[in-house]
Each structure stands twice: as structure tokens, then as C-alpha cells.
């Protein structure tokens, strides 16, 4: 019976939070008079393509912001694992009283509201030529994404069995090539939740773009734009489709997402 009221609730938490993306999926593919009725329904009554026709061909009005979205999330995404990989790795060497003050410290800059500092990146970024630019943004996107994936990565390297790093070393592997070799292959499901986060940090980040993107947009500005207008059709129809990445993301690298990952190393 207690099993039965917890499986119970965490349904009814699930529905809960799959709502409000069932209502964006509806209005995105319903029709104007299915929405603005007196008594619209829950269901999707009038089902349409419409408005993703309507987007997908508007040609690089809809294909460069998402081009440009995938490319800067990707670009910031990976240039978060280059640093933080080798930084998290380091301070996971240090006894827990240094390690937490590092930690703390690292966290104290993201206690700095973004909208703080956006403008003085901007203008700094004018002066150098960065401004709207994907380098610029990728730059500007790590302040954001660093301690986060530092965070989450030394929090995997704490974790790693020290015997198995010890073991390639008496095998005769120099340091670096434990690391390469043994620690970075079986840490790769904490780095690609690193990664993931990473790239979801950056992909749906509006501060800096609002700041740094003026004639080139990205998807969060742009689906931004038809809010503004009052366009409830096309904003939603923005939303699925910046959500999607997401889900595929999660399904894709859920193999990497799992418990236990290291526990048949230790037992052999």
C-alpha cells in the first residue's frame, strides 16, 4: 500500500510538471479558433502544422538563429570541458578543508547577477571586435557555464577510486597518462552530464545575447521578439522547438547517466 501512494504521487508530480509543456505543445499546434474559444478544451481539437510550416519556411529568419544557437552551445560546451576538466581534476587532489574553500570560491561568481556585468562585457567587446560575434558570445557564455561544470566535475573526480589511478601508475604509466587512460575514459558519464549542462546553460541564455546580438539573433531572442509582439502562436512554436535539443540530449547520453558506473572497476 505505501508503495502504491508513493508511485501515486510521483505520477501526479510527474503530470504536473509535463503540463506546462503540454499546453505549449497544444497551443503550437492548434489553430487560432481552437485557443481563443469561449471554453477551449484540454485536447488538441483542430490540429495543425501550420505554424511550423510557417517558421521552418521563413528561411534564414528561422535557420540562422538556430544556427547560431547550435553552434555557440556547442563551441562554449566543449571550451567549459577544456578548462574545467583539468581545474576540477586539480582541486579533487586537495584535502576537503582547501577543496571547499575553492568550490566557494568559484561560486561566489556566479553571486553576481548577469544583467550586472553584461554591459561592461559588451562594451568591452566592441572595442576588441567580438561584438555579435560567436566567439564573443562563447566567451561571454563560460562566466555563465564554468562553475557549474567545475562544480559538477569535481564532485566526479572526488569520487574516483584513487586505487585505480594508483594501480596504472605502478603498471608504469606516467601521471598524465593515468589521467588520459584510466581516469578521463572512466569518468566519462560524470563529463558528459558536464557537458550536457553545459550546453543547456548556454543554448537557452538570454542576458548576454540580449547584450551582445544585435543583428543577429539567437533562438531565445528570438522567440523573445514574438513575445513581445503578443504572438502567442509563433512564441510557442519557438518554444517546442528550442525544447527539443533538449530532450534529445537527455535521450541520446542516458546511458552515460547511470549509478554504479565505476563499481565493476573497484570489484576487479
Not at 544585435?214 to 509582439?229: F, G, N, V
Amino acid at each position: 500500500m505505501r508503495q502504491f501512494c508513493i508511485f501515486g504521487i510521483l505520477i501526479l508530480l510527474g503530470l504536473l510538471l509535463l503540463f506546462p509543456l503540454y499546453v505549449m505543445l497544444k497551443i503550437s499546434m492548434s489553430s487560432p479558433s481552437d485557443i481563443f474559444s469561449s471554453h477551449p478544451s484540454y485536447l488538441i481539437r483542430d490540429f495543425t502544422l501550420g505554424h511550423f510550416s510557417n517558421v521552418f519556411s521563413s528561411g534564414s529568419n528561422f535557420l540562422y538563429p538556430l544556427k547560431k544557437s547550435l553552434i555557440t552551445a556547442s563551441l562554449a560546451s566543449l571550451a567549459a570541458l577544456l578548462f574545467s576538466v583539468p581545474a576540477a581534476y586539480a582541486i579533487s587532489k586537495f584535502n576537503y578543508r582547501i577543496r571547499y574553500i575553492l568550490i566557494i570560491a568559484i561560486f561566489i561568481t556566479r553571486m553576481i547577477p548577469e544583467v550586472s556585468i553584461a554591459l561592461p562585457v559588451a562594451i568591452a567587446f566592441i572595442k576588441i571586435g567580438l561584438f555579435d560575434t560567436v566567439a564573443g558570445l562563447v566567451m561571454a557564455h563560460l562566466i555563465r557555464i564554468l562553475p557549474v561544470s567545475c562544480f559538477i566535475l569535481v564532485g566526479v573526480f572526488s569520487g574516483f577510486p584513487e586505487e585505480l589511478e594508483k594501480q596504472a601508475r605502478i603498471d608504469g604509466c606516467s601521471r598524465m597518462r593515468a589521467i588520459t587512460k584510466v581516469v578521463l575514459p572512466l569518468s566519462l558519464g560524470g563529463i558528459t552530464v558536464a557537458g550536457i549542462f553545459s550546453f543547456l546553460l548556454s543554448w537557452d541564455e538570454f542576458i548576454f545575447a540580449s547584450y551582445l546580438c544585435l543583428a543577429r539573433p539567437t533562438m531565445p531572442l528570438k522567440m523573445y521578439y514574438y513575445i513581445s509582439r503578443g504572438d502567442l502562436f509563433y512564441s510557442s512554436t519557438y518554444a517546442v522547438i528550442i525544447t527539443l535539443p533538449v530532450l534529445l540530449l537527455s535521450f541520446i547520453f542516458q546511458r552515460y547517466i547511470r549509478p554504479g558506473y565505476l563499481s565493476g572497476a573497484i570489484k576487479g
